[in-house]
């Protein structure tokens, strides 16, 4: 598929799975806007594409912000006059036990991960209507599907991804096409702001609990995103696609 001159927007876009998915759609030709609420990582991610050849603009964002995101849309119709593909990657955390866990980190979990990529489709689509073969990726998680103690608003945000997901392919069809891709265990470390990021800490049993016998990088996520953004995946809308060496398949006991 040829990537030239497609518009891409990657929420998130500065640092760990984003940092990689804004680099590989600038590897194939796409002008990427790095939406990311970190300066210093949306920078970072935009001098390190630029200087491998490839068109980046950063704009700094806090997606749960309706102001912000129509200026991001704004700013994009302004520069380019269309959008081709949305990722909707931006989220955070706020893990703790559910008697402890305050409304304030609870609503801000749901504002960013789940209301963002609300607001970023609402007035994305105006845009995605105007390009060619236009796509919505949501980045949801295997927490929409399981969970450890104590993750309730992120878990709850990622299940509202997947909603959410299929209910844009059904609204938006047959013009968009709208589908998610949930991560498993992706190792993030070598690929955040550079005041951050650490070495990879792995361990065997880490590795082992997947089937496919390691934990996943950043890279394995974009190979499922630019195929669901292409035309390849033309017939796919609605679909959750789940990357995560095998890990939720696998039944594990205690011994």
């Known amino acids: 598929m040829d990537w030239n001159d497609r ?3 990657v929420t998130g876009g500065g640092q760990g799975i984003g940092r990689v998915l804004s680099h590989a759609f600038a590897k194939k030709g796409a002008i990427v806007y790095i939406a990311e609420v970190d300066e210093e990582a949306g920078e970072e ?5 630029e200087a491998e050849g490839g ?3 950063f704009v700094p964002i806090d997606v749960s912000r309706e102001e912000e995101v129509q200026s991001l849309m704004a700013r994009v119709e302004r520069e380019q006059g269309k959008l081709n593909v949305l990722v909707n990657n931006a989220a955070i955390m706020r893990n703790g036990p559910i008697e402890t866990l305050s409304l304030e980190d609870w609503n801000r979990v749901i504002g960013v991960n789940l209301t963002g990529a609300f607001l970023c489709a609402k007035y994305g689509v105006p845009l995605l209507r105007k390009g060619e073969d236009p796509a ?3 980045i949801a998680s295997t927490r929409a599907l399981m969970s450890e103690p104590h993750t309730e608003a992120y878990s709850a945000s990622k299940g509202g991804i997947l909603a959410l997901t299929h209910a844009l392919a059904v609204s938006l069809g047959p013009e968009i096409r709208v589908n998610a891709v949930s991560p498993g265990w992706i190792d993030v470390s070598p690929w955040q702001k550079s005041s951050q990021r650490q070495p990879e800490k792995l361990r065997e049993i880490d590795h082992a609990q997947h ?3 390691r934990v996943g990088r950043p890279d394995d996520i974009a ?5 669901l953004a292409s035309k390849e995946a033309g017939f796919m809308t ?4 789940v990357v995560d060496g095998g890990m939720t398949v696998k039944m594990i006991y205690a011994e």
């Open 7 to 9: 518009v891409v927007i």
């Open 45 to 49: 991610c935009r001098r390190w594409i």
């Open 55 to 57: 068109r980046a603009f």
């Open 136 to 138: 919505i990726i949501q």
């Open 211 to 213: 089937p496919v016998g």
């Open 223 to 227: 190979q499922a995103v630019l195929f």
């Open 238 to 241: 609605g679909a959750n696609i």
